[in-house]
Every structure is written in C-alpha cells, then in structure tokens.
C-alpha cells in the first residue's frame, strides 16, 4: 500500500486544548489509534507493579480457570497467562516500533536515490521488486536460519521485507515533486542538489512517510507473531504473542483464554495501529479519505 502527496507538509502550530478537541471532531481516528497504542505501551511499562512474574511455574495449578490470583487462568505448564500476555507486548512493540523506522530510513534513502537520479533508478527498482515477490515470512525465515535466533537479526528480518513499499512510496513522490516548476527553479538558479532535497523533496516525503510507516509497524507486528508461532522467533521462554498461541493451541478446549488472551491483545496492537495509519493518512490527504 503506498500514499502519494501533492503538496509540501506545511508547518504544524502547537496544539492546545481547543486544538486537541478540534483534532478529535475532524480526525478521530489519530486519536483512537493513538490513545490504544499509548494504553498498551503504558500497560507495559507498568507490568511490574500489577503483572507478576510471567517465568514463574507452578505444575499443580496448570491450566486453571480465571480467578482471582491469576486473571486469566494459568497455561500447561501453570504459568500465570495474564502476566506473560502483558509482557508479551513488549516482543510484538518492539519489534514494530523498531522494524518500521528501519525500514522507513533505508526506503527513504534507497527511494530518494532511485527517484532523483534516473540511471539508478530501473536497477534499484528491479531490485525492490524482486524482494516484493517473496513472500515476507519465508524471507524471514531464511535470513533467521543462516543467523540464528535473536531480537536484533528478527528486527532486521521482519524489517527488509517491509523496505520496498517505502521505498516505492518515496521514488513515486520524488518523481512527482523534481518535475515542478519551483524544482526546476532551484536548479536553473544553480542551487546544489543536497539544498533541492533538503528544503524542497524532504517536506513532500515526510508526511506520507509517516503514514506509510504506521502500515509497515502493523505489518511487522503480525510477522513477529506469525514467527513465534512457527517457532523461529523468540526463544519459548521469552512471553511473545506469537508463541504463546502456538504452545497453547492444543489446550484450546480446556483453557480458551491462554490462546484467546494473547489473540485479543495481538489484534488491538494491530487494530491500534492500522487507525493511526489511517488518522494520519486522513489527517496529511483529505482528498483520500473519500476516494476509500
């Protein structure tokens, strides 16, 4: 999915409070995306203080129902499934929030490149497109196998797949804005070509950007959870979304929440972010919002 802009980001005014009320009437969905994605990184980073110990096991209480010690029941293995669910957010976020700047800056990079200088352009392009027609978690998998297993080689991994739709957004609007008069401009008045990027491509980039990279960081939450499930992500022992369905899809019947709990939280990070995405897409391209 790629954005395309026509104008130049114009400067943003701080937002007070009629500002805030103002943004919720016309862009809801920034705020809503934006509220849930700010509740579960809160619920994270207070785990300590309310979750428990998501390592502790305990064989004589395994697979409980929900009580009041352990909120939703306890998995095979009687581990308390409400503490590893919370801090299972820490895995599927990070890796999002984390692999979507990444690939936001090598397709920033590689998409500038390819737009604004026309002999690299159909070699990078062939390039990107060869990525695009493999499928994103067999790439996952191999890059995973000839390293191993780790959060920095699953970050890079879940982040190369994503880097050719940025980098097809960010050629596509540097294709439209070096074509313009005020470009074209810049470059007879002999302005150098750093300077053209800097103060006249950059701004027209940023805000699709933006938007794009909410795209990227729900995808690559669902990697990450599709990777754990298969068991090529984290270690089992690290709670992730992903592994905790895999390890409690046989207890299905007897325990639904250690597979619905995680499910739940892994679709409203997903839900959370993809609103964002659209708030902000809405917010930079009103024309857009009519065309969906």
């Given at each position: 999915?790629?954005?395309?802009s026509d104008?130049?980001?114009?400067p943003?005014?701080?937002l007070?409070?009629?500002?805030v009320a103002?943004?919720?009437?016309?862009h809801?969905?920034?705020?809503?995306?934006?509220?849930?994605l700010?509740l579960?990184?809160?619920l994270?980073?207070?785990?300590?203080?309310?979750?428990?110990e998501?390592?502790?096991?305990?064989p004589?209480?395994?697979?409980?129902?929900?009580?009041?010690?352990h909120?939703?029941g306890?998995?095979?293995l009687?581990?308390?499934?409400?503490?590893?669910?919370?801090?299972?957010?820490?895995?599927?976020l990070?890796?999002?929030?984390?692999?979507?700047?990444?690939?936001?800056?090598?397709?920033?990079?590689?998409g500038?490149?390819?737009?604004?200088?026309?002999?690299?352009?159909n070699?990078?392009?062939r390039?990107?497109?060869?990525?695009?027609?493999?499928?994103?978690?067999?790439?996952?998998?191999?890059l995973?196998?000839?390293?191993?297993p780790?959060?920095?080689?699953?970050i890079v991994?879940?982040?190369l797949?994503?880097?050719?739709s940025?980098t097809?957004?960010?050629r596509?609007v540097v294709?439209?804005?070096r074509?313009?008069p005020?470009?074209?401009?810049?470059?007879c008045?002999?302005?150098?070509?750093p300077?053209?990027?800097?103060?006249h491509?950059?701004?027209?980039?940023i805000?699709?950007?933006?938007?794009?990279?909410?795209?990227?960081?729900?995808?690559?939450?669902?990697v990450?959870?599709g990777?754990?499930?298969?068991?090529?992500?984290?270690?089992?022992e690290i709670?992730?979304?992903g592994?905790?369905i895999?390890?409690?899809?046989l207890?299905?019947a007897?325990?639904?929440?250690?597979?619905?709990?995680?499910?739940?939280?892994?679709?409203?990070?997903?839900?959370?972010?993809?609103l964002?995405g659209?708030?902000?897409?809405?917010?930079?391209?009103?024309?857009?919002?009519?065309?969906?």
């Amino acid at each position: 999915m790629t954005l395309l802009s026509d104008t130049a980001a114009a400067p943003a005014a701080p937002l007070g409070l009629s500002g805030v009320a103002r943004l919720a009437r016309r862009h809801p969905l920034v705020l809503l995306g934006g509220g849930l994605l700010v509740l579960l990184i809160l619920l994270l980073l207070l785990a300590p203080l309310y979750a428990g110990e998501p390592a502790n096991m305990d064989p004589l209480i395994r697979l409980k129902p929900p009580s009041a010690e352990h909120w939703f029941g306890t998995d095979n293995l009687g581990r308390d499934v409400f503490a590893r669910t919370v801090y299972g957010a820490r895995i599927s976020l990070m890796v999002g929030l984390m692999s979507a700047p990444l690939a936001a800056c090598a397709g920033l990079l590689i998409g500038v490149i390819a737009g604004y200088v026309r002999s690299f352009d159909n070699v990078i392009m062939r390039v990107m497109d060869a990525l695009m027609s493999i499928p994103t978690i067999l790439l996952a998998i191999a890059l995973i196998s000839l390293t191993g297993p780790g959060i920095g080689i699953l970050i890079v991994a879940v982040a190369l797949p994503q880097m050719p739709s940025v980098t097809r957004l960010v050629r596509s609007v540097v294709l439209s804005v070096r074509e313009r008069p005020y470009v074209e401009a810049a470059i007879c008045g002999g302005a150098r070509l750093p300077k053209i990027l800097w103060r006249h491509v950059l701004p027209s980039i940023i805000p699709p950007l933006m938007g794009q990279s909410a795209i990227v960081c729900a995808d690559a939450i669902m990697v990450e959870a599709g990777l754990s499930f298969l068991g090529v992500g984290v270690p089992p022992e690290i709670p992730s979304w992903g592994n905790m369905i895999s390890s409690s899809r046989l207890y299905l019947a007897t325990a639904p929440l250690t597979i619905f709990a995680p499910g739940i939280f892994l679709a409203v990070a997903v839900l959370a972010v993809n609103l964002l995405g659209d708030g902000l897409r809405d917010l930079f391209y009103p024309r857009a919002k009519g065309r969906r």
